[in-house]
């Protein structure tokens, strides 16, 4: 069965450092990962996705994440905070085992300190 | 362009009521999915419709359907309302992927939800 363990409920970095929120997923079937980030009061957005080709991903706003299927992680990291970063985030797997699903992670608060 | 288009934005249901949520894709989209979201949960994934059939149900009783439209518009449908029920309702509409017509491997692009409160 599907599943995606988001490892940190929240995280807090001051502006300027690196950010690194981490993903394990299962997935009986050839996965398509996606990180999306939720801002207050804001619809959910495609921070970026991995559907089989370079197994390093760029999205937006500065965002990478990277698949490693030995470990069955999809990691994402940004070198260098910015205040507008806090938001939550949310890891999600997509497959067709049993049908299509998409299976959201219980997500990562990311707060930004000055 | 418009984007996903949800309505109504908020409703106040009693138990035992039943409930029709509506959601409008982005012109063009032929897929629609459905969500649960649950304050401070990860969204639940209810429905996915492509093509006007059901493709994919996630693990919801069946007080829950729904239905997509020749428009590709949908709705969502729940019975028997339970408090529990309360939730922000999302839906996604995406386009499939060119070459492949797989509607899963694409960006799914969500509404702003419609809230429902269960009194």
């Known amino acids: 069965a599907q599943s995606v363990t988001q490892l940190d409920s929240h995280v807090s970095v001051s502006e300027g450092t690196p950010v690194l929120l981490r993903c394990n997923y299962s997935?009986?079937?050839?996965?398509?990962l996606f990180w999306y980030v939720q801002h207050p009061n804001k619809g959910l957005q495609l921070l970026l996705k991995?559907?089989?080709?370079?197994?390093l991903v760029k999205g937006i706003n500065g965002f990478e994440a990277e698949f490693k299927k030995s470990e069955t992680s999809f990691h994402l990291t940004k070198p260098s905070a910015h205040m507008s970063d806090a938001a939550e985030y949310f890891c999600?797997?997509?497959?067709?085992?049993?049908?299509?699903?998409?299976?959201f992670g219980a997500g990562t608060r990311l707060f930004v300190k000055a | 362009d418009a984007g996903v288009t949800q309505s109504p934005t908020h409703l106040i249901k009693t138990r035992g009521q039943q409930v029709t949520l509506r959601c409008s894709p982005i012109?063009?989209?032929?897929?629609v999915s459905w969500y649960q979201q649950v304050l401070g949960q990860g969204p639940q994934f209810i429905f996915q419709?492509?093509?006007?059939?059901?493709?994919g149900r996630g693990n919801f009783p069946d007080r829950f359907s729904a239905r997509q439209f020749p428009n590709y518009s949908s709705e969502l449908n729940v019975n028997a309302l339970l408090l529990g029920d309360s939730a922000l309702y999302l839906c996604?509409?995406?386009?499939?992927?060119?070459?492949?017509?797989?509607?899963?491997?694409?960006?799914?692009?969500f509404g702003q939800g419609t809230r429902l409160t269960v009194v």
């Open positions: 012109s063009g989209h032929k897929s």
């Open positions: 991995y559907t089989s080709a370079a197994t």
């Open positions: 996604a509409s995406s386009s499939p992927s060119p070459g492949t017509g797989d509607p899963m491997n694409t960006e799914a692009f």
């Open positions: 999600v797997v997509s497959d067709r085992t049993g049908g299509f699903k998409t299976i």
């Open positions: 997935s009986s079937y050839s996965p398509s």
């Open positions: 419709y492509y093509e006007k059939e059901e493709r």
